[in-house]
């Protein structure tokens, strides 16, 4: 299953510079590591802003939830999240 997120990073008041860096971090690893799993099909930046547009492609529901709750950055983001399908005209 194919999901568009859109994700906004909140940063913290309560953390310090090193903390927050700490925790980026941690979230840049995670990322890294379902890219190369092929679970984090594309990763794109917001012009801007402190947010992405990525398309996850997992088994469920379920897994996507998993893999968003995996995010060390999640308690500071808001997320949108869309299911994608096939579009008729699309030649791949």
């Known amino acids: 299953m194919l999901f568009k997120v859109e994700m906004t990073v909140i940063p913290p008041a309560h953390l310090s510079e090193e903390e927050f860096n700490a925790i980026k971090l941690k979230e840049k ?4 590591g379902l890219q190369e ?12 802003q402190y947010a992405n ?13 998993d893999v ?16 994608l399908c096939q579009h008729p005209s699309s030649i791949k």
Request: charged share 15%; proline share 7%.
């Open 29 to 32: 690893n995670y990322a890294e």
């Open 37 to 48: 799993e092929g679970i984090w099909v594309h990763l794109w930046r917001v012009a801007g």
């Open 53 to 65: 547009v990525s398309i996850f492609e997992v088994k469920d529901n379920q897994h996507l939830h």
């Open 68 to 83: 968003l709750m995996g995010l060390p950055l999640y308690p500071f983001m808001t997320m949108s999240v869309t299911p």
